[in-house]
């Protein structure tokens, strides 16, 4: 296939075990509760311990309402209990002043809640500058939508934007911003809108975010019938650029028959679509001396990187150069023949290209 010849690869590898001083404070975040008031209600979420404050200083225009009590569950996040609504305007924009050419994770958070009393889920547009980002739409009151995208701005603010595409009243529930290290999840045009970021071989069935995760990445659980969990209790070192949550690679998973290999894919129902996939792996075995793990990754049936056998306790990611184009996009990762051990899979991220056109800097009312 025509796309074929143009994967490239790299293979980015902690070199040493050098101390790293994690950033674990919150400098850059940008965390808002929308609709949240303005006067003495910023707090510090006792989940994540971060810091939200109110969206009133961001944004002009819209309401602060409450969801509903009935979808008040006690294990729900306190970022969804007031919604910023929008019954005026067809765009309203929050204006963030961010660093000109820095690289950040920008994440929208919806959850309707029936906070109008409609009874009514509304579709409405999700637009970051001049460009929509994505159409928002809900299965029902209770669905939480979670939109992420890594994008580098081009000017020292960033607008986020929610339109009215008479389809019901557009509202927002959270947005947050955290920067990221420029050298990670390049691409050769247009930003990264994450489908999908495992967690795999989790032991404990929860998510992890910040702290455990310097980038405040949302990593979920995730394992799979045939495969079995591989972890340690031992620090993993995990001081790459990409810095993956410790708690994520001190887990694996791993073929249930060892002579099997990890298969898996990604698909969206766009077929045009390009992806960008970033494989995170640790040894977190005592290898000994007879044995050996080493596996070949393949990528919708050709040779992706191999190779590999992961350095034990030291985060290694593996990742994509250039979008790859495929509806469904199959990983086969497979043992050497001389391989002793079953591959393994600690951790998995998949972004999907958004192209946007430069950004402008026209002003909305
Ligand atoms: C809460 O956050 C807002 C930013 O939206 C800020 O203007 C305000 O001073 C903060 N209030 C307190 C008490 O920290
Ligand atoms: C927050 O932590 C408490 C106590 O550990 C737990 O019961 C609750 O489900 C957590 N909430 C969320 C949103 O994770
Ligand atoms: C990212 O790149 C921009 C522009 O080159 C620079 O101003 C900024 O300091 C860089 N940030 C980091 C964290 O490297
Ligand atoms: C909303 O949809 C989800 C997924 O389809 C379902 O599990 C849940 O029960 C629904 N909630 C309500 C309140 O209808
Ligand atoms: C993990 O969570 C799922 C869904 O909440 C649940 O069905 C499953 O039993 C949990 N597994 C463990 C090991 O806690
Ligand atoms: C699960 O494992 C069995 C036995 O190795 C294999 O036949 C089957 O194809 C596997 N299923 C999937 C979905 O990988
Ligand atoms: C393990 O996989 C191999 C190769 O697919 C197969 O020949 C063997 O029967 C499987 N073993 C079990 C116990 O399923
Ligand atoms: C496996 O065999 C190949 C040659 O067939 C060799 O290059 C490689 O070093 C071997 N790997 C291990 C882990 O022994």
Redesign the pocket.
């Given at each position: 296939m025509e796309m074929s010849k143009h994967f490239l690869f790299a293979l980015l590898c902690a070199s040493s075990l050098a101390v790293f001083v994690h950033s674990q404070d919150q400098s850059g975040f940008i965390s808002l509760d929308c609709g949240l008031p303005a006067k003495g209600s910023n707090y510090t979420d006792?989940?994540?311990s971060i810091y939200y404050v109110s969206d009133a200083a961001f944004i002009d225009t819209g309401i602060s309402k409450t969801i509903s009590p009935e979808f008040t569950t006690?294990?729900?996040?306190?970022q969804l209990l007031y919604v910023r609504s929008f019954p005026e305007n067809i765009r309203n924009c929050y204006n963030i002043k961010v660093t000109n050419g820095n690289k950040y994770l920008i994440r929208a958070t919806f959850m309707y809640g029936n906070y109008d009393s409609q009874g009514k889920v509304p579709v409405f547009e999700l637009h970051l500058g001049e460009n929509l980002w994505s159409v928002i739409g809900f299965v029902n009151a209770s669905t939480v939508r979670t939109l992420e995208i890594i994008h580098v701005s081009t000017l020292d603010y960033i607008n986020i934007c929610l339109v009215n595409i008479k389809l019901g009243t557009p509202f927002i529930s959270a947005l947050e911003l955290r920067p990221l290290n420029n050298n990670t999840y390049v691409t050769k045009s247009g930003s990264l809108m994450l489908l999908s970021r495992l967690d795999m071989g989790s032991t404990t069935n929860?998510?992890v975010r910040y702290k455990d995760d310097v980038y405040d990445r949302i990593w979920k659980p995730y394992n799979f019938f045939n495969w079995t969990q591989l972890s340690t209790t031992s620090a993993v070192a995990v001081s790459n650029n990409y810095h993956p949550a410790e708690s994520v690679m001190n887990t694996a998973s791993t073929p249930k028959n060892s002579s099997e290999p990890l298969l898996f894919y990604f698909e969206t129902v766009d077929p045009t679509s390009q992806f960008y996939f970033y494989l995170h792996f640790a040894e977190v075995e005592k290898i000994q001396a007879d044995q050996s793990r080493e596996f070949n990754i393949y990528l919708n049936g050709k040779l992706w990187y191999g190779p590999v056998s992961p350095d034990y306790l030291v985060a290694t990611t593996i990742y994509s150069r250039e979008p790859i184009g495929m509806g469904r996009n199959y990983f086969w990762i497979i043992k050497t023949d001389n391989s002793t051990l079953p591959p393994i899979l600690n951790a998995v991220e998949v972004y999907i290209v958004k192209e946007f056109l430069q950004s402008q800097t026209v002003n909305h009312g």
């Open positions: 006792i989940n994540t006690p294990d729900l996040e306190k929860q998510t």
